[in-house]
């Protein structure tokens, strides 16, 4: 993922518009939407301005740290209100890691899909009791 992506996918996450980025930044619209389609190369200073903005450190913005990818903690909005200053919901991974949450997010998909297909079945028991015990 380059930069500029990493940067729109940060956005929409933070719920922003461009056009509040731009303001943030003090930056035109324009300009900044120049920015999230990669026709322009931000200074140092400027990235450091956007992640400040979008929450998440420069290092990880930049993917020096052999990171590309974005993983989103669960319960974030939980987390920001009750712990503002102490508590980041973005965490960029390495591909390795990336594969390990992706295949634990398909076990736990396959444990609700069968926890699931039990209270289906459980349902259709207690129909049957309840034609059963109906006068």
């Known amino acids: ?54 929450g998440v ?5 930049l993917g020096l740290k052999g990171k590309n990818a974005i993983n989103i903690a669960e319960n974030c909005q939980y987390l920001r209100h009750n712990y503002p200053q102490n508590v980041s ?18 076990l736990l998909l396959h444990e609700k899909e069968m926890l699931i297909e039990h209270l289906n079945a459980e349902i259709a028991l207690l129909k049957k009791v309840i034609e059963l015990t109906s006068p």
């Open 89 to 106: 919901c973005l965490t960029l991974l390495t591909e390795a890691e990336c594969i390990h949450e992706l295949e634990k997010t398909r």
């Open 1 to 54: 993922m380059n930069i500029h992506e990493k940067i729109k996918v940060l956005r929409l996450f933070n719920s922003l518009t461009q056009e509040e980025m731009a303001e943030k930044l003090g930056y035109s619209v324009q300009g900044y939407a120049k920015i999230e389609r990669g026709e322009t190369d931000p200074t140092i200073g400027k990235l450091e301005e956007i992640a400040n903005v979008l």
């Open 57 to 61: 450190k420069l290092l990880d913005l």
